[in-house]
C-alpha cells in the first residue's frame, strides 16, 4: 500500500525554523519526485518546495533562501528545512511523491498534511 507521512509541523515564534520529514512506502522511492505543498486556510495548495529523483531542487520565490529541501533515498524520506518563518508561512504543508517533474496538477501520491504555524 502507498503511504506518504508527513511530520514535524508545530507552532513556532516569527523568526524560528521547523524541520518537517515526509516517510514514504510503498513507492519506488528513487524514481519519483518529491515536493512539498501548502495550503493556508481559504487559500488555493501551492507548491513550496520540489527535488527531483536526480537531486534537482525547485523552490517557491517566497521561500528561496530560507527553506531547503532534501532527500535521503536509503530512508526513503524527503525533508524540510525551514528557517527565518514568517507568519506567512502559516499552512497545513502537504507531502507529495509523483513520477512526473510537472507541478501544475494536483498529481501523485499525497499525505495527511502536518499543520505549521508561525506566531508575530
Known amino acids: 500500500q502507498v503511504h506518504v507521512v508527513e511530520s514535524g509541523g508545530g507552532l513556532v515564534q516569527a523568526g524560528g525554523s521547523l524541520r518537517l520529514s515526509c516517510a514514504a512506502s510503498g513507492i519506488s522511492f528513487r524514481t519519483n519526485h518529491m515536493a512539498w505543498y501548502r495550503q493556508a486556510p481559504g487559500k488555493q495548495r501551492d507548491l513550496v518546495a520540489a527535488?527531483?529523483?536526480?537531486?534537482?531542487?525547485n523552490y517557491a520565490d517566497s521561500v528561496k533562501g530560507r527553506f531547503t529541501i532534501s532527500r535521503d533515498n536509503v530512508k526513503t524520506t524527503v525533508y524540510l528545512q525551514m528557517n527565518s518563518l514568517k507568519p506567512e508561512d502559516t499552512a497545513v504543508y502537504y507531502c507529495?511523491?509523483?513520477?512526473?517533474?510537472?507541478?501544475?496538477?494536483?498529481?501523485?501520491?499525497w499525505g495527511q498534511g502536518t499543520q505549521v504555524t508561525v506566531s508575530s
Open positions: 527535488v527531483s529523483s536526480g537531486g534537482t531542487t
Open positions: 507529495n511523491a509523483r513520477a512526473v517533474w510537472n507541478f501544475s496538477s494536483m498529481y501523485g501520491v
